[in-house]
């Protein structure tokens, strides 16, 4: 079956753009989380989305992260105005549901901001 | 505020011998405790979960982990080492049981198979 798809797989933008990706989940999952990994460490929460109802946002770095997931499937993540820190991969995960549920992985976006 | 230790950057291990990787917990109450593994350029797959019961689970690829409450680990182990099972491993935690709870992620391992 297909699994959690994100777009896209690479981005590169200039200091100053606004990027937007994409994440979709395994259908029928409720739960999805949004993670930054920087090369060789552990993902670093973002922020977790119950349905549509964004649950949890602590782990935004700042308020020029925005994420959405308005109809409780696909999921947004938006940077604006990049800056060269916010390079990383961001990695979408969804859930069947809470607790004891693992965690489905996409292959992530890597974003190389110049 | 919960944390997971990976003391280990990195694990060698000649293949067909027995590995470990080394896991910690730090949580209130009674965690869930996760492992997953990435391989290079692809997403973190599922290994394996505890949740309550038996204290030893096991999972994917042959891969089993047992959980400790009194040393607060929960150290991943596969009996013979294949050169395919190179790769980096996390540890996360997840809790206390109820309710919404973040998941933390440990820094890695990775694991170096040699034929």
């Keep these: 079956g297909a699994g959690v798809s994100q777009s896209p797989r ?17 259908s029928g999952h409720v739960s ?3 993670y ?7 993902p670093e929460f973002l922020t977790y989305f119950q349905n549509e109802a964004q649950l ?4 935004l770095p700042s308020d020029r992260f925005f994420a959405e997931r308005p109809e409780g499937s696909v999921s947004t993540l938006k ?9 990383a991969v961001y990695l979408c995960a969804s859930s069947l549901g809470q607790g004891g549920s693992e965690q489905y992985f996409g292959p ?3 974003l190389t901001v110049t | 505020a919960q944390s997971v230790a990976q003391p280990e950057d990195q694990v060698n291990v000649a293949e067909g011998n027995p590995l470990t990787v080394k896991c910690t917990y730090s949580v209130s109450g009674n965690p869930y405790l996760f492992w997953y593994v990435q391989y290079p350029n692809r997403g973190l797959q599922f290994l394996l979960k505890y949740i309550t019961g038996d204290n030893l689970v096991k999972g994917s690829y042959g891969f089993e982990a047992e959980f ?3 040393q607060t680990s929960f150290h991943l182990k596969k009996p013979s080492a294949l050169v395919s099972d190179s790769a980096l491993y996390f540890c996360a935690v997840r809790g206390p049981l109820g309710g919404y709870q973040k998941v933390t992620f440990g820094t890695g391992t990775k694991l170096q198979v040699i034929p």
């Design chain 1, 10 to 26: 690479y981005k590169v933008a200039k200091r100053g753009q606004d990027v937007a990706l994409r994440c979709d989940p395994i």
């Design chain 1, 32 to 34: 999805l989380f949004w």
């Design chain 1, 36 to 42: 930054q990994q920087a090369l060789g460490q552990g």
């Design chain 1, 56 to 59: 949890d946002k602590s782990g």
């Design chain 1, 79 to 87: 940077i604006q105005r990049t800056q060269q820190e916010d390079s």
């Design chain 1, 108 to 110: 992530g976006t890597r």
């Design chain 2, 68 to 70: 400790n409450k009194s």
